[in-house]
Protein backbone atom coordinates (compact mmCIF):
# COMPACT_ATOMS: atom_id res chain seq x y z
CA UNK A 1 0.00 0.00 0.00
CA UNK A 2 2.39 2.29 0.88
CA UNK A 3 4.46 1.54 -2.80
CA UNK A 4 1.00 2.66 -4.18
CA UNK A 5 0.68 5.79 -2.29
CA UNK A 6 4.46 6.57 -3.38
CA UNK A 7 3.61 5.40 -7.27
CA UNK A 8 1.06 8.43 -7.15
CA UNK A 9 3.06 10.95 -5.65
CA UNK A 10 5.68 10.47 -7.75
CA UNK A 11 3.83 10.12 -11.18
CA UNK A 12 2.41 14.04 -10.00
CA UNK A 13 5.43 15.04 -9.24
CA UNK A 14 6.81 14.03 -13.16
CA UNK A 15 3.53 15.15 -14.23
CA UNK A 16 2.88 18.19 -12.35
CA UNK A 17 -1.49 18.21 -12.81
CA UNK A 18 -3.58 20.51 -12.79
CA UNK A 19 -5.91 18.84 -10.80
CA UNK A 20 -6.28 15.50 -9.34
CA UNK A 21 -9.53 13.49 -9.34
CA UNK A 22 -9.55 10.73 -6.54
CA UNK A 23 -12.36 8.57 -4.54
CA UNK A 24 -11.77 7.58 -1.33
CA UNK A 25 -11.97 4.13 -1.56
CA UNK A 26 -9.25 2.91 -4.02
CA UNK A 27 -7.54 -0.57 -4.42
CA UNK A 28 -4.83 -0.84 -1.44
CA UNK A 29 -4.44 2.73 -0.52
CA UNK A 30 -6.51 5.44 0.72
CA UNK A 31 -7.58 8.53 -1.33
CA UNK A 32 -7.45 10.83 1.92
CA UNK A 33 -4.03 9.69 2.58
CA UNK A 34 -2.79 10.32 -1.05
CA UNK A 35 -5.12 13.86 -0.79
CA UNK A 36 -3.09 14.48 2.88
CA UNK A 37 0.20 13.43 1.15
CA UNK A 38 -0.15 15.82 -1.99
CA UNK A 39 -1.57 18.63 0.46
CA UNK A 40 1.28 18.33 2.76
CA UNK A 41 3.78 19.69 -0.34
CA UNK A 42 4.08 22.91 -1.41
CA UNK A 43 4.33 21.90 -4.86
CA UNK A 44 1.05 20.33 -4.47
CA UNK A 45 -0.43 22.72 -2.27
CA UNK A 46 -2.73 25.25 -4.52
CA UNK A 47 -3.63 21.98 -6.67
CA UNK A 48 -7.41 21.03 -6.47
CA UNK A 49 -8.38 17.35 -5.22
CA UNK A 50 -11.93 16.66 -6.11
CA UNK A 51 -13.01 13.34 -4.87
CA UNK A 52 -15.71 11.30 -6.06
CA UNK A 53 -17.05 8.82 -3.78
CA UNK A 54 -20.34 6.89 -3.57
CA UNK A 55 -20.22 7.40 -0.02
CA UNK A 56 -22.68 10.36 1.17
CA UNK A 57 -22.55 10.02 5.15
CA UNK A 58 -21.46 12.94 6.76
CA UNK A 59 -18.34 11.63 8.46
CA UNK A 60 -16.64 10.82 4.88
CA UNK A 61 -17.81 14.46 3.62
CA UNK A 62 -15.92 15.64 6.58
CA UNK A 63 -12.87 13.88 5.94
CA UNK A 64 -12.86 15.07 2.72
CA UNK A 65 -12.79 18.56 3.64
CA UNK A 66 -10.00 17.78 6.66
CA UNK A 67 -7.78 15.81 4.60
CA UNK A 68 -7.55 19.47 1.86
CA UNK A 69 -9.99 18.38 -0.43
CA UNK A 70 -11.50 21.21 -2.92
CA UNK A 71 -15.01 19.44 -3.82
CA UNK A 72 -16.47 16.01 -3.98
CA UNK A 73 -18.93 14.28 -6.54
CA UNK A 74 -20.67 11.58 -5.54
CA UNK A 75 -21.87 8.62 -7.73
CA UNK A 76 -23.23 7.98 -9.88
CA UNK A 77 -21.57 10.81 -11.80
CA UNK A 78 -23.43 12.98 -13.94
CA UNK A 79 -21.21 14.23 -16.53
CA UNK A 80 -22.05 17.85 -16.76
CA UNK A 81 -21.32 18.13 -13.17
CA UNK A 82 -18.21 16.95 -13.57
CA UNK A 83 -17.11 18.86 -16.32
CA UNK A 84 -18.73 22.18 -14.86
CA UNK A 85 -16.99 21.53 -11.53
CA UNK A 86 -13.71 20.61 -12.71
CA UNK A 87 -14.17 23.67 -14.80
CA UNK A 88 -14.71 25.97 -11.57
CA UNK A 89 -12.05 24.74 -10.06
CA UNK A 90 -9.46 25.27 -13.43
CA UNK A 91 -10.57 28.66 -13.83
CA UNK A 92 -9.97 29.28 -9.65
CA UNK A 93 -6.65 27.75 -9.51
CA UNK A 94 -5.41 30.01 -12.90
CA UNK A 95 -7.10 33.59 -10.21
CA UNK A 96 -4.09 32.32 -7.97
Not at 44 to 51: A, Q, R, T, V, W
Amino acid sequence: PDSSVQAVLEACEELLPDLNLLDINLPDISGLDICRRLKAKATFENIPIIFITSTYDTEYQNACWEAGASDFIGKPITASTLIHRTKNHLENKLRL
